[in-house]
């Protein structure tokens, strides 16, 4: 996974929490339908200006 609260880009890999299922960084949910995205789909759905970030 991803976090889409950490810079740079080359570091947005999430710390998940005790769960399992919540980015300790932007505290974004990750249930079984988001488990599945890729992770330019991630960035595509949630944070497309990021996404742009990451294309260029």
């Known amino acids: 996974y991803i976090c889409a609260k950490r810079a ?7 710390e998940l ?7 300790k960084v932007c505290k974004q949910t990750f249930g079984s339908q988001t488990a599945i995205l ?3 789909r991630y960035f595509e759905a949630f944070h497309p200006a990021e996404f742009t970030l990451i294309k260029q």
């Open 17 to 23: 929490d005790d769960s399992g299922n919540e980015c």
């Open 8 to 14: 740079p880009v080359r570091d947005y890999l999430m």
């Open 38 to 40: 890729t992770i330019n």
